[in-house]
């Protein structure tokens, strides 16, 4: 009877770390995604939970694909490790492969996080980012106000960051002891959706003055925009406000229609000549004076 040939102590060696690999890795990589869960369902204010999220989660979830590139590969290594004996030029081919297939999903897991999982990954902000907060005073419910509303709970510094978009302010308020709960977020020169290929991947490239005032003060702001991924462009104008100290003194809000829900107004303009231009703004009074003082020539 003819004895079973035995690899090559190499070989031997080669398919125990293959193994070994294939199995750390894989738990490597669940460990780190169950960690990050674990961490996030920690936390109870959706607030903090909102910038840890936001600051932490593409990050972890690349440590966990680059774990499952690396389980791949070593699984690669182990195909026929009952078959060869000697060293032959299968085994390079079956390294080529094995780095390859790394590669490809270390790749498409870059695509995704790049492009695809930030939409998704907003829609859970905006969930968190609007979850109504609970005054830790009383236990009740507060209430987000309105852009016009929350303006007076606001310095004058904190109005010219909103008023440029760079960084953007939540007021909750307990209507019933008027305690307030104040929350800060990056603007939108985060990323925004790019209305050609629908991905928040839409960020300011460059911005211009394009008006002034009589004093030389900056009256109007033009963004221009680019999406990162399909490299489609537009501009959005924006009036900078010139309030006085004395304007921003907290006051009682005064009663404006219900617009509260309502975070951006999106139009998109299309000239004759073909000329298309997209535009955002942040209340629907915005969009009404922007309409009636509109020139296309002034933008195409």
């Not at 674990?38 to 936001?54: C, F, G, H, M």
């Not at 904190?158 to 008027?178: G, K, L, R």
């Not at 104008?237 to 003194?249: A, C, W």
Request: proline fraction near 3%; include cysteine; hydrophobic fraction near 40%.
């Amino acid at each position: 009877m003819e004895e079973k040939a035995v690899p090559i102590p190499f070989l031997i060696a080669w398919n125990d770390y293959m193994m070994i690999g294939t199995i750390s890795s894989a738990t490597i990589a669940i460990i780190i995604y169950l960690f990050y869960k674990l961490r996030v369902s920690t936390i109870k204010e959706p607030k903090q939970a909102y910038d840890y999220i936001n600051k932490n989660e593409i990050r972890w979830f690349k440590r966990v694909y680059f774990f499952f590139g690396l389980t791949a590969a070593f699984v690669v290594n182990l195909y026929g490790m009952d078959k060869f004996t000697t060293i032959g030029l299968w085994f390079f081919v079956r390294l080529f492969f094995s780095i390859a297939a790394a590669t490809l999903i270390a790749y498409v897991a870059a695509l995704i996080l790049e492009f695809y999982y930030p939409t998704r990954l907003n829609y859970k902000l905006r969930k968190l980012r609007y979850t109504p907060r609970i005054n830790p005073k009383n236990g009740r419910k507060m209430r987000l106000l309105s852009e016009d509303e929350e303006d007076v709970h606001l310095n004058e510094g904190m109005q010219a960051e909103e008023n440029i978009f760079s960084i953007d302010y939540d007021v909750w308020i307990d209507e019933t002891t008027q305690d307030l709960q104040i929350e800060k977020y990056d603007g939108h020169l985060v990323a925004l959706q790019c209305n050609n290929c629908g991905f928040f991947t839409m960020k300011v490239w460059k911005e211009e003055i394009i008006e002034k005032n009589e004093d030389g003060s900056p009256k109007e702001l033009l963004k221009h925009y680019q999406c990162s991924y399909c490299k489609n462009v537009r501009a959005t104008q924006f009036k900078i406000s010139v309030k006085g100290e004395d304007e921003y003194k907290l006051q009682k809000p005064k009663l404006q229609r219900n617009t509260r829900n309502i975070e951006m107004v999106k139009i998109d303009l299309v000239s004759t000549l073909g000329a298309k231009r997209s535009f955002e703004f942040k209340s629907i009074d915005e969009l009404e004076k922007f309409l009636k003082e509109f020139d296309f020539d002034k933008v195409s």
